[in-house]
């Protein structure tokens, strides 16, 4: 890694991810900073005040939902 020890993240969002995050700001928005969670079902604000997540969306698709696309649909 170049010149620093901590591991790369990405997070990848899409547009409406994006208009979403800015619709939403204020309301989660703890100082200023909203805080995200990012897990296997997607990314997550997290409410500052009452410690709830509220889903922001998900880029990518896991195997198993690509899976179950293909099925559906050949």
Same mark, same amino acid.
């Given at each position: 890694?170049?010149? %620093?020890?901590? $591991?790369?993240?990405?997070? #990848?969002? =899409?547009?409406?991810?994006?208009?979403?995050?800015?619709?939403?700001?204020? #309301?989660?928005?703890?100082?200023? /900073? /909203? =805080?995200?969670? /990012? %897990?296997? !079902?997607?990314?997550?604000?997290?409410? $500052? /005040?009452?410690?709830?997540?509220m889903f922001l969306g998900r !880029?990518?698709?896991?195997?198993?939902? #690509?899976?179950?696309?293909? !099925? =559906?649909?050949?």
């Amino acid at each position: 890694m170049s010149g %620093n020890d901590s $591991p790369r993240f990405h997070l #990848r969002l =899409t547009l409406d991810m994006a208009e979403s995050l800015l619709e939403h700001f204020e #309301r989660f928005a703890g100082d200023g /900073v /909203v =805080t995200l969670e /990012v %897990n296997d !079902a997607g990314i997550w604000f997290i409410d $500052p /005040v009452f410690d709830r997540v509220m889903f922001l969306g998900r !880029a990518d698709l896991s195997d198993e939902q #690509r899976a179950r696309i293909e !099925a =559906t649909y050949h």
